[in-house]
């Protein structure tokens, strides 16, 4: 197994999860209701403490982490931002889609090469986080 390859699909997770962080940032400052701004808050930290594990495990297997979403994610956080409704139910439409399209699918497409078996279960836990945080906005939907 290469290290530079696993430490570049570690990187390219890691740009995405900090998409996610600045995604998380526009729900708060957009949604009024204190529960969800609450909410959101403690969904923002978790994906803060997932780039945190990512970034050290990057630093473990000798690379340097990525510190951005880089310029491609830093252009749709952008619009993203511009684009997105004052309406709750359309903001957690948005963080749902935003957790399944890119926090999970695109992600597991993104690691599917050869990891470690380490990083292999860091990515597992990083991809469990997404999805159980798709369950509870879907969940705050209804």
């Known amino acids: 197994m290469d290290k530079d ?6 990187n390219t997770l890691l740009r995405g999860t900090y998409m996610g962080i600045r995604s998380y940032e526009h729900y708060i400052q957009k949604v009024k209701d204190p529960e969800y701004k609450r909410k959101f808050q403690s969904m923002q930290q978790e994906i803060k403490n997932s780039a945190e594990k990512l970034a050290t495990r990057i630093q473990d297997l000798g690379g340097v982490p990525a ?4 310029f491609s994610g830093s252009m749709h956080s952008y619009m993203h931002q511009v684009m997105l409704s004052d ?5 957690l439409q948005d963080a749902i889609k935003g957790l399944e399209e890119y926090g ?4 597991e497409e993104v ?3 050869d990891l470690d078996p380490e990083s292999r279960q860091l990515v597992e836990e990083v991809l469990d986080v997404n999805r159980r945080q798709a369950d509870e906005l879907r ?4």
């Open 104 to 107: 999970v699918q695109y992600s």
């Open 111 to 113: 690691v599917r090469g």
């Open 139 to 142: 969940s705050m939907l209804h």
């Open 67 to 70: 510190d951005s979403e880089g």
């Open 87 to 91: 309406d709750t139910g359309k903001i």
């Open 5 to 10: 390859i696993v430490i570049e699909e570690l």
